[in-house]
């Protein structure tokens, strides 16, 4: 039986183009820019997300994060992180696609400020809306299978459904609401975005067969960022690499991997 | 005096910048008011009372009193 070892070089497609990484790594809370950028690095990420927020003139402390984002010379994913409503969304998703120079946009529209859930229906409003203007949406949103299917039907290819709420590192809350979204839309490629703390819980995600794998906070709250992030990135790998395999089913009963006929020392 | 005053009290608008009450000259264009706000250089985008104003369009919005302006610059994100 011929096998195929690795994984083909790029097969990750997302709005017609294609990535050879399944990462896509925040830019936010590293305890500096450097660490952040050789987060960036070790990471292997193809797509870096950022945002935009109000600044003084006179302020340059974003300057240094910015010169290395751009150096990086990553993918730009900007975001519409704090967006409580649709107009507020549109309006900075075209503030975002002036200044960066990217119709890509990673829609947030925040419902609820105790768990940052996604408003599921100012999501579909503000894809609908942003997709006639040309953006290219990638919504960050919750696990629900309906919501998932009305985000395509205005026009999204790709989703990013969360794992758990922003920031919690709890990992995959709601397995059977993923993996019934898994199973009903197979055609688009989907992220879980958010919630993850650990690499094994990265794995679990693509061994389930989502696409991709968006966070930020457990590199960036790591005690050794880089590190962390290549210990994602390869978390990434093996889970894809198995999904592609294809995990055993799984049994009630104990079964020898080693032969049983010819057991020394049994006697009838 | 009392004349130049107001004269001068009437050349200035109220609006507010980021949040925070500022005057500014009337009939002042939006290209104008950035570089006096020395956002001359800098990467920004900008909002106009929520609606985003594209940069080839800002010699040519004046800025008017009561507009809240939101002048955007890259932070790292999620």
Redesign the interface.
Do not use: D, H
């Given at each position: 039986m011929s096998y195929t070892p690795t994984l083909p070089a790029k097969d990750f497609m997302l709005y017609g183009e294609t990535f050879s990484s399944r990462f896509l790594l925040?830019?936010?809370?590293?305890a500096s820019p450097q660490l952040?950028r050789d987060s960036i690095m070790q990471s292997r990420a193809e797509i870096v997300?950022?945002?935009?927020?109000?600044?003084?003139?006179?302020d340059r402390s974003?300057d240094a994060?910015?010169q290395f984002?751009q150096e990086s010379g990553r993918r730009l994913l900007?975001?519409t992180?704090g967006c409580k409503s649709v107009?507020?969304a549109v309006?900075?998703a075209?503030?975002?696609r002036?200044?960066?120079d990217t119709d890509w946009i990673k829609l947030e529209v925040v419902g609820d400020d105790y768990n940052l859930q996604p408003d599921p229906f100012g999501l579909v409003e503000a894809s609908d809306i942003l997709i006639k203007k040309g953006f290219k949406v990638l919504p960050y949103c919750t696990d629900d299978l309906i919501l998932c299917k009305r985000l395509v039907d205005v026009g999204c290819e790709v989703l990013m459904p969360w794992g758990a709420p922003?920031g919690t590192g709890q990992g995959l809350l709601n397995r059977y609401n993923l993996r019934t979204l898994r199973e009903r839309i197979k055609d688009i490629p989907m992220i879980i975005d958010?919630g993850l703390g650990a690499p094994s819980q990265a794995t679990e995600a693509m061994e389930m067969g989502f696409d991709g794998i968006l966070?930020?906070?457990a590199v960036a709250k790591a005690h050794n960022p880089p590190l962390m992030a290549e210990a994602f990135a390869d978390a990434i790998d093996a889970g894809r690499k198995a999904y592609k395999a294809g995990l055993m089913q799984k049994r009630q009963t104990a079964s020898p991997s080693t032969p049983t006929i010819g057991q020394p020392f049994w006697h009838q | 005096m009392t004349n130049l005053l107001k004269l001068k009290d009437a050349a200035m608008i109220d609006i507010s910048l980021n949040n925070e009450s500022k005057q500014i000259a009337a009939h002042i264009l939006l290209s104008d008011a950035l570089v006096q706000w020395g956002f001359g250089e800098t990467k920004i985008a900008v909002a106009i009372n929520g609606e985003f104003v594209p940069r080839s369009t800002y010699g040519e919005r004046e800025i008017l009193a009561g507009d809240q302006l939101d002048i955007v610059k890259p932070v790292g994100g999620g």
């Open positions: 925040g830019t936010a809370l590293y952040m997300t950022l945002g935009l927020r109000r600044q003084n003139p006179a974003g994060i910015w984002i900007p975001n992180a107009k507020e309006t900075l075209e503030m975002s002036e200044i960066f922003i958010a966070l930020n906070t | -």
